[in-house]
């Protein structure tokens, strides 16, 4: 997931530095880091639109959020169960 944070990064540098803080905030409440990633995963394509981008920002935010969440489906099954998925 590294790889999409800095791709987040070259894509919309804000956006970057402020899903790179999301997910440190994420990660240090509750020590799970898939946690910090799916939030990230989760606002990215919103924080796009909100800066007024379209186009291929939003596509490529789009589609690395969606692979980020279909990386992390074996997390979420674990995480709804009730089982920790460590930092």
């Known amino acids: 997931m590294a790889t999409a944070g800095g791709?987040?990064?070259i894509l919309t540098?804000?956006?970057?530095?402020?899903?790179?803080?999301v997910f440190?905030?994420?990660v240090r409440t509750?020590?799970?880091?898939?946690?910090?990633?799916?939030?990230i995963a989760t606002l990215y394509p919103p924080l796009i639109l909100a800066t007024g981008s379209r186009g291929w920002e939003l596509l490529i935010g789009v589609?690395?959020?969606g692979l980020v969440v279909f990386?992390?489906?074996?997390n979420i099954v674990q995480?709804?169960?009730g089982r920790k998925v460590g930092a």
Request: no cysteine; glycine share 14%; hydrophobic share 55%.
């Open 30 to 39: 509750t020590r799970v880091a898939a946690l910090g990633s799916l939030a």
């Open 7 to 9: 791709g987040g990064l």
């Open 79 to 81: 995480m709804r169960a």
């Open 24 to 26: 440190a905030a994420v």
């Open 63 to 65: 589609l690395v959020s």
């Open 13 to 21: 540098p804000l956006i970057g530095v402020l899903a790179g803080l």
């Open 71 to 74: 990386r992390h489906r074996s």
